[in-house]
């Protein structure tokens, strides 16, 4: 098989990511959230509660950020968005 027919094939059969997408979303995103809980209990332990209220904020941003870009709904997030600027 030369390498057009190779790609030919690989075409024909429809590969997509989602498999892929699948894997991230139930296995690396819940290990980052109990990473990121154990770092802030650990914060919070040594008692700099404004550290872990400053770092809190910026991951919520960060989680927004997360849950738009899994959930596919960034365009409806932008229109939206747009609409309280343009009216």
Do not use: K, Y
């Not at 802030?40 to 770092?55: E, K, S, T």
């Not at 904020?57 to 927004?64: A, D, F, N, S």
């Not at 960034?74 to 968005?81: A, D, E, I």
Request: aromatic share 4%; hydrophobic share 55%.
């Amino acid at each position: 098989m030369t390498a057009p027919e190779a790609v030919g094939l690989w075409a024909a059969q429809n590969l997509t990511t989602n498999s892929l997408q699948g894997w991230i979303q139930s296995n690396i995103v819940p290990l980052i959230l109990l990473g990121i809980a154990i770092i802030l209990l650990w914060i919070g332990g040594r008692g700099d509660n404004a550290g872990v209220a400053r770092r809190s904020i910026g991951l919520l941003v960060g989680l927004v950020a997360l849950g738009i870009a899994v959930s596919g709904s960034g365009p409806r997030v932008g229109q939206f968005l747009a609409s309280l600027i343009v009216g």
